[in-house]
Structure formats: C-alpha cells, structure tokens
C-alpha cells in the first residue's frame, strides 16, 4: 500500500495554506486581546481625561492624526459599553470565512 503525497507544489500549496491559517488565527487572537484590553481602559475612571489632555502635545509634536485617531476609538469603545459582542461577531464571521476558504 503506498500514500499518495501528491506533487511537490501540491504539498507547498496544503503547507502554505496551513500556515496561513495559523497566522491567521495568531492574529485573531492578538486582535481579541487588544480589544479587550481596549474595552477595560474605557472603564477606567481617569483613561479618557488623560487621553485628552494629550492633544496639545500631540499637536506639538505632528501626531494630531494619531491622536484623533486614538480618541476616536476610545469613544467607539466606551460607548458600546462593552466590546465583547462586537468581538464575537469578528471572531465568529473571521472564522466562518476561514472555514470556507479551507473547505474541500
């Protein structure tokens, strides 16, 4: 009885496909820590008033955009008063389209 080990580019393109969902998954879970990293900040009393007492600085020193950008996700974060279903609903549609792209 012999396995059939298919072509050399056959056993790259199942390995590539295989450490592209690892790294994949790898980044879904940094993804799912951050936010919920992010989503414990904004319950912290003093977070947003430091936050904003950053803007001057930031303007000072040409990072204006970081700034906005950074205060516009806290805000989005603080007012979902919890990410956790936001985060689900990533997690569960990232990994239905892994399941789909890796099916068959």
């Known amino acids: 009885m012999t396995a059939d080990v298919g072509t050399p580019n056959d056993r790259l393109s199942k390995r590539s496909a295989a450490m592209t969902a690892a790294g994949h998954w790898r980044d879904e ?3 799912d820590h951050l936010g919920r990293a992010l989503d414990r900040l904004t319950q912290k ?3 947003g008033t430091t936050l904003a007492m ?3 600085p930031a303007a000072a020193t040409g990072l204006a955009d970081l700034q906005n950008f ?3 996700g806290y805000n989005a974060v603080r007012q979902m008063k919890g990410a956790s279903e936001f985060l689900g609903k ?3 549609r990232e990994t239905e389209l892994l399941e789909t792209w890796f099916a068959g």
Do not use: D
Request: hydrophobic share 45%; aromatic share 6%.
């Open 29 to 31: 879970t940094l993804l």
């Open 45 to 47: 009393r003093f977070a």
């Open 54 to 56: 950053m803007r001057r």
């Open 70 to 72: 950074l205060e516009r």
């Open 90 to 92: 990533i997690k569960s």
